[in-house]
């Protein structure tokens, strides 16, 4: 969970004081996704969770962990470049 993607995620305006969050490893998804996530729930955002938590335990590759994070930002509204 703490290997370095191959290209990081920059969540904008989504951290503290609206500042942009960048994402470069599954246990950073995980925390932007519990800590600054604009949603309290979602379907996507449930899967990228489950995502990173199959990360953790060996059942998914990081770069699955990278595009759920991205497919929980369209469904968030959240503008990212990634």
């Keep these: 969970m703490r290997t370095l993607?191959?290209?990081?995620v920059t969540l904008h305006a989504?951290?503290?004081d609206g500042e942009d969050v960048v994402?470069?490893?599954t246990l950073g998804a995980s925390w932007a996704l519990i800590e600054d996530w604009p949603l309290e729930e979602g379907p996507v955002l449930?899967?990228?969770l489950?995502?990173?938590a199959a990360?953790?335990?060996g059942k998914a590759k990081d770069e699955d962990a990278r595009k759920a994070l991205?497919?929980?930002a369209i469904e968030a509204g959240?503008?990212?470049t990634a």
Excluded: L, M, Q, R
């Design 14 to 16: 989504i951290g503290e």
């Design 23 to 25: 994402v470069d490893t």
């Design 50 to 52: 489950a995502v990173c």
């Design 70 to 72: 991205i497919d929980a």
């Design 5 to 8: 993607w191959k290209s990081p």
């Design 55 to 57: 990360v953790s335990n």
């Design 46 to 48: 449930d899967k990228a």
């Design 78 to 80: 959240v503008n990212y």
